[in-house]
């Protein structure tokens, strides 16, 4: 059993910066999984915001696409998301999950809220 629990979010201005961590419980866990962050507004379906495969092909949603950047860190089990010039339309509850050999695993999420 795989856990996730992410940390991060906040209250921010319009073209304000914060970066999300999303530690896992298990040690190596990234070497062998695929990654994504995915974010759910209210009233809107959850969306898949970034991702990394095991491999490590980068994917980015273009709405957030040169604003937005992943990485992991396997050495300390984290996975992050670096947001930077936020918009009000980023205003959602920001999740993490892994993927490893077909059973997703998903923290409870973060609020990252955008507003003057």
């Known amino acids: 059993q795989v856990q996730l629990v992410e940390s991060g979010g906040g209250s921010v201005q319009p073209g304000g910066s914060l970066r999300l961590s999303c530690l896992a419980s298990?040690?190596?866990?990234?070497?062998?999984?695929?990654t994504g962050w995915y974010r759910q507004a209210p009233g809107k379906e959850r969306e898949l915001v970034a991702s990394?495969?095991?491999?490590?092909?980068?994917n980015y949603a273009d709405s957030v696409k040169g604003r937005f950047t992943t990485s992991r860190d396997n050495a300390k089990n984290t996975m992050y998301l670096q947001m930077n010039s936020l918009k009000p339309e980023d205003t959602a509850v920001y999740s993490c999950?892994?993927?490893?050999?077909?059973?997703?695993?998903w923290g409870k999420g973060t609020l990252v809220t955008v507003s003057s």
């Open positions: 298990s040690g190596s866990i990234f070497r062998i999984a695929s």
């Open positions: 999950k892994l993927n490893r050999n077909g059973i997703d695993y």
């Open positions: 990394i495969t095991s491999w490590g092909s980068i």
